[in-house]
């Protein structure tokens, strides 16, 4: 079982998260825990405050260090403790793959201009879901709870479903489809209906390369690629008059 504990100002933005879809019913099989913590509840003074003014002076509240450290000291022992933060390492599928082997991840959401820096001799790692800047780090303990949580066995129906997923194989995703087979003029590709499997697997990849290709060549010198595959690459992009070979 994989156990997540949630450090947050706000658990009644995170707690919904966990009673519906794929989470609750991971929840309810055992196969996940997740506990959320109010950080106000580790405050010992009478007006319950968890910021204060920076040193130094500037804009907004910093979240104190000595009532972070008793929230995340109350939650171990963890095997990581993560600060979710826009100056962290970037999450990655490989790094959701790595967290979901764990037992139990303590996530720290910070609130305001952020948390005291002195927090960082209590965290086992800083962890950025993008360059941008949230509210919060809510959404981003979610995000990582998200992706950890459908790589851990049972959790998804299918346990193929996640094998194939844009970054899992190094690609991105190739595109599906469902009923119905035409709409306003548009046609499902006639292979995925020709029943024949050693195309319709040959014609994912390729549309999976050519996707990546367009979109995300940085990841192309990172996936395994076989022969066929640098052969159909080579071939697409003389075809598209070489425009791609730069990046790629
Ligand atoms: C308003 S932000 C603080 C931004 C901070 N002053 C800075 O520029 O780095 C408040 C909190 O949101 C969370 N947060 C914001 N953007 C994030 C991101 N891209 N990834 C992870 N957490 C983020 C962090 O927990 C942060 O402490």
Redesign the pocket.
Same mark, same amino acid.
Do not use: K
């Given at each position: 079982m994989l156990r997540y504990t949630i450090l947050t100002l706000f658990p009644g933005l995170v707690r919904p998260w966990t009673e519906e879809a794929l989470i609750a019913k991971a929840i309810r099989r055992g196969l996940i825990r997740v506990d959320v913590r109010d950080i106000r509840e580790y405050t010992t003074d009478k007006h319950r405050q968890v910021d204060d003014y920076p040193y130094g002076g500037g804009a907004g509240m910093v979240m104190r260090v000595d009532v972070v450290v008793r929230a995340i000291e109350a939650a171990l022992p963890a095997d990581e403790v993560i600060?979710?933060?826009?100056? %962290?390492d970037p999450f990655t599928q490989r790094m959701a793959e790595e967290l979901s082997q764990k037992q139990h991840l303590v996530l720290l959401? *910070?609130?305001?201009? %952020?948390?005291d820096a002195r927090v960082e001799h209590f965290v086992t790692r800083e962890?950025?879901?993008?360059?941008?800047?949230?509210? *919060?780090?809510e959404v981003?303990a979610l995000a990582i709870l998200e992706a950890t949580a459908r790589l851990v066995p049972g959790v998804l129906g299918d346990p193929e479903s996640h094998q194939k997923d844009s970054f899992s194989w190094g690609l991105l995703d190739y595109p599906q489809y469902t009923r119905p087979p035409e709409f306003r003029g548009l046609e499902v590709p006639e292979v995925l209906t020709s029943g024949h499997h050693a195309r319709i697997e040959r014609w994912r990849r390729e549309r999976a390369l050519e996707r990546t290709l367009k979109r995300r060549p940085d990841l192309l010198k990172r996936a395994p690629l076989t022969a066929e595959d640098l052969e159909f690459l080579a071939r697409f992009d003389a075809a598209e008059g070489g425009d791609y070979t730069d990046e790629g």
């Open positions: 600060l979710l933060s826009p100056a %962290g959401a *910070g609130r305001y201009e %952020g948390i962890v950025s879901i993008g360059d941008y800047v949230l509210m *919060g780090g981003a």
